[in-house]
């Protein structure tokens, strides 16, 4: 498998690096499988064809399984231990040093009828096809020497068409 690109800097996301290592580094330590999603997964996949994305994005999308709200509340502990901030959704965090915001969108055992019910804020978060992807349609890019999972190209199709992103 060849390098995506020379640099993290083709995405176009400013502190892409620095902050995928810090999520890469907190998912690890908690045994936690997780995927890139999104714009980003789509760039990663230019980059791979040696296509330059022709815009970055203002956010990192990160899909999580994981068993139950308190291993989600031990990671967010985690996260905002590292700077990151909730905003807006449940799901949604900012890190103020590196101005970025990134989703933490969970799956797996703590989802019911291909929803997460976050009840403190009364939002439903659907993930219907998450999981399939995780089994499926997951595939490894590598960028400078780091290997990221992100969805097939038919992945990106059920998870856009799903409603997910």
Do not use: C
């Amino acid at each position: 498998m060849r390098d995506t690109s020379k640099s993290y800097k083709e995405l176009g996301i400013p502190y892409f690096r620095e902050v995928f290592d810090l999520l890469d580094e907190t998912f690890q330590a908690r045994g936690i499988p997780y995927y890139l999603l999104g714009a980003t997964a789509i760039s990663l996949e230019l980059l791979k064809n040696g296509i330059k994305p022709p815009r970055g994005t203002k956010d990192i999308d990160f899909a999580i399984m994981i068993s139950s709200f308190e291993d989600y509340r031990g990671l967010v502990r985690d996260l905002e231990e590292k700077g990151f901030r909730n905003v807006t959704d449940t799901w949604a965090y900012y890190h103020k040093g590196f101005d970025i915001a990134i989703d933490i969108l969970p799956y797996g055992k703590i989802e019911q009828n291909h929803t997460v019910n976050f009840n403190e804020r009364n939002v439903d978060f659907h993930v219907l096809g998450m999981s399939t992807i995780l089994s499926n349609n997951l595939k490894s890019v590598q960028i400078e020497g780091k290997f990221v999972n992100i969805p097939s190209f038919e992945g990106m199709i059920l998870l856009k068409y799903g409603g997910l992103v």
